[in-house]
């Protein structure tokens, strides 16, 4: 594409085209775009595919981006824009452009302002030949190569791009692979890059693209080769990512009604309806990525309705169990919910405490990556740590063919091992690795332990020297204690109270210091298993009526303040306000509270259900109101998963 052509493929980007015959032409352009919007640089003798164009121009996530001859820069990089204009044209003799004018699209589709001159076919000045990437040729298409002994024109966008690296902003160019982007100098030049355009299907690399680049087997081979193609439609129809997330999990909201009835139809249709679900959830994030639509609220909006979706299948098939034969199962459910939300956390707190460590080799670390080029082991590891492909898969057959009971019995055992692999793992890197973590993973870890104000006090009181293996040592002392003080003594003893107490001591000495020893990454998923343990026993020993769904609905709560948590932080706005964590009283004071209830109102026939009940209002309510309005106002930089990383 090239010429008039470019005017129209960035006018079906979305772009309002306007040109400029010289410097200060291009300045006036600037100025005249709203400052909310983003800008974009476009040199008129580019050539290349439109997908390269609209990955440059239309990605969200960062404050510019560039590839050969396109710049694209959003309202908080404006200012540096402009001085790097200013600049680009002083040496550039006093204004002029090398060559040819640069068009300034503004962002907003249907955006303000006069209509515009078209940007024109350029003349072929100068000499040279396309630059052609070919980082990553698919399977069956060659990356075309640029001529040999032939170069670029120049280009003063280009120039600009360099400029404002050189200030400090962030310039993202990303991986065309096969994709062309070039600024020819002659005709033969232009001609050749037309021919490599020519050569490679943009809208196979761009659908290609929209899949993750490291997932589950079950999601790699039985998923997403048809969901791209549902993504693709969507974007043609112009639905968005958050409609097909609020469209999954209203699937499986069905699926858990469905699952909810204990009929055997219910149950075939509660498994063939969470699959579809799943489709839809992979679908959100391919037509993301497919019509690069990233939101900081989408975001948000996959990560907790992935978590909603589970946790109330759950219940249905509790609920289904109860309704078929009379079978509670409450207590598995609760289990499979408290064990995969403290396996999330392990996932969590390692990779924030290793975001950004000096010196991170290890032994196990090396043989890990000698795997990797194994083909098939790859693919065996990903699938025992039973991401959520699998995992979803297993709920799915398991539920259509057999009983709840067993249904969770599979996932407790199968989820059990997989936290057993990846733990011990992550536990053997942390203890043969030479890494120095930085004060930006110690502050995670502590926003992650969510210590509330018991767990302050204890902290003020203790000395710890950081570094050291004290505080995972505390952090399980007081988990253990609480746990097995819970366990072994009855329902309504005060037993558990004293262990509680001795639980917060305990949390506040593992928080002292700041967590930068080689194991305090388990703090965080020692006091999920504590406090959310420590739940789940007292409703089962309780053998009150609806002890156990309260309970259910309790975990629910908090631990949808622990996800919210730790999206925040993965998406650099950092953890919820202190003055709501200690409202909600902390890990420590919410396991006080817990084991006070019980053994306070154990005489009474409802009572601590209804106080587990109230808690869990108050609780949902509360956070759900700060969160709701956190996210939906956020200025944080829209962040999405690309990493394919278990769920």
Not at 333 to 357: I, K, P, S, Y
Not at 392 to 401: C, S
Not at 584 to 610: C, M, P, Y
């Amino acid at each position: 594409m090239a010429g008039s052509s470019l005017e129209g493929d960035l006018r079906s980007l979305g772009f309002d085209v306007r040109t400029a015959a010289d410097a200060a032409g291009v300045t006036a352009a600037l100025a005249a775009v709203p400052a909310r919007e983003r800008v974009a640089l476009v040199d008129p003798r580019f050539v290349g595919h439109v997908h390269a164009l609209r990955l440059a121009l239309t990605d969200p996530r960062f404050p510019a981006a560039a590839t050969r001859g396109a710049l694209s820069v959003q309202p908080e990089a404006r200012t540096a824009l402009a001085r790097a204009a200013a600049a680009s044209a002083a040496g550039n003799g006093g204004g002029a452009l090398p060559a040819v004018p640069a068009s300034v699209p503004a962002t907003v589709p249907g955006g303000a302002g006069p209509a515009q001159p078209p940007v024109g076919s350029a003349p072929d000045p100068g000499a040279g030949a396309s630059a052609v990437g070919a980082l990553a040729a698919a399977p069956g298409e060659a990356a075309p190569a640029a001529t040999p002994g032939a170069a670029d024109a120049p280009s003063w966008v280009d120039d600009i791009a360099a400029r404002l690296d050189a200030d400090g902003v962030a310039v993202h160019r990303p991986e065309l692979g096969v994709l062309v982007a070039a600024v020819p100098g002659d005709a033969p030049a232009r001609a050749r890059a037309r021919d490599a355009v020519d050569a490679v299907d943009d809208e196979r690399v761009r659908l290609r693209s929209a899949v993750k680049s490291r997932d589950g087997f079950f999601t790699t081979f039985c998923i997403s080769p048809y969901s791209r193609y549902i993504a693709r439609w969507c974007a043609r129809r112009g639905l968005t990512p958050n409609q097909v997330t609020t469209a999954s999990l209203l699937t499986a909201l069905i699926a858990a009604a469905c699952a909810a009835t204990g009929t055997r139809p219910g149950f075939v249709s509660a498994g063939v309806l969470l699959i579809a679900s799943f489709v839809l959830d992979c679908t959100d994030g391919q037509l993301a990525r497919y019509s690069l639509q990233y939101s900081t609220l989408g975001a948000w909006l996959d990560a907790t309705f992935d978590r909603a979706k589970e946790y109330a299948y759950y219940a249905g098939l509790a609920l289904g169990a109860a309704r078929a034969d009379g079978d509670d199962v409450w207590a598995l459910a609760l289990g499979a919910m408290v064990l995969q939300t403290c396996r999330h956390v392990v996932d969590f707190a390692f990779n924030e405490a290793n975001h950004d460590a000096t010196g991170n080799t290890s032994p196990t670390a090396a043989l890990s990556g000698r795997l990797d080029s194994v083909g098939w082991t790859v693919w065996l590891r990903r699938m025992v740590v039973l991401p959520i492909g699998e995992r979803w898969a297993m709920i799915a057959v398991l539920t259509a063919f057999t009983t709840p009971r067993i249904t969770f019995a599979v996932l407790l055992i199968g989820c059990a091992l997989a936290a057993c692999y990846t733990t011990a793992g992550r536990v053997l890197r942390s203890l043969t690795r030479r890494a120095e973590r930085t004060d930006r993973a110690a502050r995670a870890l502590a926003e992650l332990a969510d210590s509330g104000p018991l767990a302050e006090s204890a902290a003020k009181a203790a000395a710890r020297k950081a570094g050291s293996y004290l505080a995972p040592l505390s952090a399980a002392l007081g988990a253990a204690a609480v746990l097995a003080g819970t366990a072994a003594a009855g329902f309504g003893s005060w037993v558990p109270v004293g262990c509680a107490v001795l639980y917060a001591v305990l949390a506040g000495v593992a928080v002292a210091a700041p967590l930068k020893g080689p194991l305090d990454w388990l703090v965080p998923p020692l006091f999920r298993a504590a406090e959310y343990g420590t739940i789940l026993i007292l409703a089962a020993r309780s053998e009150v009526n609806g002890a156990l769904p309260a309970a259910f609905g309790l975990v629910a709560a908090v631990a949808y303040h622990h996800y919210d948590t730790v999206y925040r932080i993965r998406g650099g706005t950092g953890a919820p306000p202190r003055r709501l964590v200690r409202a909600i009283g902390g890990h420590e004071g919410r396991t006080v509270v817990v084991t006070l209830a019980a053994a306070l109102l154990h005489h009474q026939n409802q009572g601590f259900t209804i106080a587990l009940t109230a808690l869990a209002a108050a609780l949902a309510l509360t956070v759900l109101i700060e969160s709701i309005r956190f996210w939906v106002s956020s200025k944080a930089p829209a962040v999405h998963d690309e990493t394919g990383e278990p769920a």
